[in-house]
Nanobody, 121 residues
Framework: QVQLVESGGGLVQAGGSLRLSCAAS????????MAWFRQAPGPEREFVAA????????YNFDSVRGRFTISRDNAKNTVYLQMNSLKPEDTAVYCC??????????????WGKGTQVTVSS
């Protein structure tokens, strides 16, 4: 079992930055691909970024490429999402997830409850 707790969300003006953190408890953190998803009001949860267990491989969704950076510290069992040049359309609840390499919801087996990010115009 892996438990995930996100932090770092908040209210920021367009063009600003936030850094999200996701702390994991449980065994074998470094064996999991970690990812961030987001959900704006509506039915679908959207993939944002993923990072492999070793941290050597990353993948970002097109709409955030060049603005968001995913990283991890396996010694601290923590994954981060640095978000720069934020836009109002980035407003959502951001959740971290642990699982296998991929971008689909079904690739991930453990989920945090999420942290709210609100970007004002």
């Amino acid at each position: 079992q892996v438990q995930l707790v996100e932090s770092g969300g908040g209210l920021v003006q367009a063009g600003g930055s936030l850094r999200l953190s996701c702390a994991a408890s449980g065994r074998s953190f470094s064996s999991y691909t970690m990812a961030w998803f987001r959900q704006a009001p509506g039915p679908e949860r959207e993939f944002v970024a993923a990072i492999s267990g070793s941290g050597t491989r990353t993948y970002n969704f097109d709409s955030v490429r060049g603005r968001f950076t995913i990283s991890r510290d396996n010694a601290k069992n923590t994954v981060y999402l640095q978000m720069n040049s934020l836009k109002p359309e980035d407003t959502a609840v951001y959740c971290c997830a642990a699982g296998d390499w991929g971008t689909a919801l079904s690739d991930f087996h453990y989920w945090g409850k999420g942290t709210q990010v609100t970007v004002s115009s």
